[in-house]
């Protein structure tokens, strides 16, 4: 079982609608968790840290379940600037895994 | 954006040439590390720094060896270039112990080996 799994997509939604996306991982020591989103052939950006209690930033909202070990971005409105490859990170002993991500579309 | 620049961006190198890959950072970051991506897996750790001198293996290092002799600068070697080497290579900072894990990266090296 790989450490971090996502959805690889692709998500194709319409612009204006809300897409979520899933991250399951695999340490239940893990205590940092992240979304990264990553534009085609660009290098990764921090999206968004998620927090236990879970957190929005404008049209994105983060969601940390410990006791099933997944972790939610939810993304309102969609926007075609949000087409992207959106990252899962979570901490394993000083160094962070990263999913492989997934790919959301958003259509005109 | 956060100030990290990589060089080259591009390599085109032959199986068994030495190939080194600069990081430089102007942020005064104390952590830096070396990520190659390959599709399938994610971005993997290569090695990493702690500090000027200080540096540890990640989790795919054979083949590679890092050097960090100034706080702006963490270089990435590879001793004799295999194609299985052949990804895109990132480097990323981060600020303190408290705040590793919010790691900012800079724009990639894509490195083919031949």
């Known amino acids: 079982r790989k450490e971090v799994e996502q959805d690889p997509g692709p998500f194709n939604v319409p612009e204006g609608a809300t897409v979520a996306f899933n991250c399951t991982y695999s340490?239940?020591?893990?205590?940092?968790f992240f979304w990264y989103r990553q534009d085609c052939r660009k290098e990764p950006k921090l999206l968004m840290s998620v927090y236990s209690s879970g957190n929005e930033d404008g049209r994105f909202t983060a969601q940390l379940n410990r006791a099933s070990q997944y972790i939610s971005l939810l993304i309102r409105d969609s926007k075609l600037s949000d087409s992207a490859t959106y990252l899962c990170?979570?901490?394993?002993?000083?160094?962070?895994?990263f999913g492989t991500g997934t790919l959301l579309a958003v259509q005109p | 954006d956060a100030g990290i620049t990589q060089s080259p961006r591009h390599k085109v190198t032959e199986t068994g040439t030495p190939v080194t890959l600069r990081c430089h950072q102007t942020e005064n970051h104390r952590y830096m590390y070396w990520y190659r991506q390959d599709p399938g897996h994610g971005l993997r750790l290569i090695h990493y720094s702690y500090g000027v001198k200080d540096t540890d293996k990640g989790e795919v290092s054979d083949g590679y060896s890092v050097s960090r002799s100034k706080t702006e600068d963490f270089l990435l070697t590879l001793e004799s270039a295999t194609s299985s080497q052949t990804s895109v290579y990132f480097c990323?900072?981060?600020?303190?112990?408290?705040?590793?894990?919010?790691?900012?990266f800079g724009p990639g090296t894509r490195l083919t080996v031949t």
């Open positions: 340490n239940s020591a893990s205590q940092s």
């Open positions: 990170v979570v901490d394993a002993t000083n160094k962070l895994i």
């Open positions: 990323a900072i981060s600020e303190s112990p408290g705040r590793a894990y919010e790691q900012y």
